[in-house]
């Protein structure tokens, strides 16, 4: 699927795995950018983004049919943990942007035990996620009903009383904030967990690593492009995914805050990922290794040729 033709620009093929509003996270972001404002031309790459649910990402990565995946997460890290070889190689985020919102009548999480709590997904990022930060405060997860519905469903579900609370991600939690929904839970305070990234298949580590060193080099360089012109940023922000200028402020700043500096992939990030698959019951009691799941070496040249401080 890759071709090197005669100008030295080679064809990535990259899956966007396919989450319910994916735009809106940090890793999307930077991939959107670097293609807008032509960072991957200039790194001398012709990407092909294509957007796919995470099950499909994986077969297509196993197969070659694409070479990376956008995002590192539970469901990235427990394929390569069941044998797909592929790691985590770079970072776009290291916490989450989630917030628990609930009906104006709920004042604190106590009064929600037994109620009806919202998320997009069982098993994946958010619903992990959730569970940590409600040990994190005190809580029993067990004490919520905690149901899956679509983004969509959410808001309408939380307006007309069929869910009590919903744990929601950039751009609806700002829409429920204006709504006069109650947040009562911001998830990236307790969760230090990418959201965002990207996965490379072995393959591609071995024997594209020029490339991929240029593809990791692109989302850095939008990174930071990003962070350091807020009009550029929620400017982008407004034109992907049509809202105002007070919620692309919003989500510029809290991206801002979560994103993650250099990078490189980072052990307590990885470490939670483990810690919320094996709270699920997944490879429960197995010691797994940081290099099992992780390839630093391609993030920490390009931090370090683009001039970042490295540990």
Avoid at 13 to 27: D, E, N, T
Avoid at 162 to 171: G, K, Y
Avoid at 213 to 226: E, H
Avoid at 268 to 279: A, P, R, T, Y
Wanted: glycine fraction near 8%; charged fraction near 25%.
């Amino acid at each position: 699927m890759v071709t090197n033709n005669e100008v030295r620009t080679s064809t990535a093929i990259l899956a966007a795995a396919f989450l319910m509003f994916v735009f809106a996270s940090p890793g999307f972001t930077q991939e959107f950018a670097a293609q807008q404002w032509k960072i991957f031309e200039q790194n001398g790459l012709d990407v092909e983004s294509i957007q796919m649910r995470s099950q499909a990402a994986n077969s297509a990565l196993a197969s070659g049919d694409i070479h990376y995946v956008a995002g590192v997460g539970p469901n990235s890290v427990a394929a390569t943990l069941r044998g797909l070889p592929s790691k985590a190689v770079w970072f776009a985020s290291e916490s989450l942007i989630y917030t628990v919102l609930a009906r104006p009548e709920f004042k604190s999480l106590k009064e929600l035990r037994g109620k009806r709590l919202g998320l997009t997904g069982l098993g994946g990022t958010s619903d992990v996620a959730l569970r940590i930060a409600l040990e994190a405060v005190g809580e029993n997860p067990k004490d919520f009903i905690i149901v899956a519905l679509g983004a969509p469903q959410l808001m309408s579900g939380l307006e007309n009383g069929t869910i009590e609370a919903a744990q929601l991600n950039s751009p609806l939690n700002y829409h429920a904030k204006k709504k006069g929904f109650r947040p009562l839970l911001e998830i990236g305070d307790y969760v230090q967990m990418p959201l965002g990234g990207l996965t490379a298949s072995a393959t591609s580590i071995q024997s594209r690593y020029g490339e991929l060193k240029r593809v990791i080099r692109s989302l850095q360089l939008a990174k930071r492009m990003l962070l350091q012109s807020k009009e550029k940023g929620v400017d982008l922000i407004m034109r992907t995914i049509k809202v105002d200028r007070e919620v692309a402020d919003e989500m510029f700043a809290d991206n801002r805050r979560s994103a993650s500096g250099n990078g490189v992939p980072s052990r307590e990030g990885m470490e939670q990922i483990v810690k919320s698959l094996q709270m699920l019951g997944q490879f429960a009691g197995k010691k797994i290794a940081f290099e099992e799941i992780t390839d630093t070496r391609i993030a920490r040249e390009v931090a370090k040729e683009l001039g970042y401080k490295m540990d």
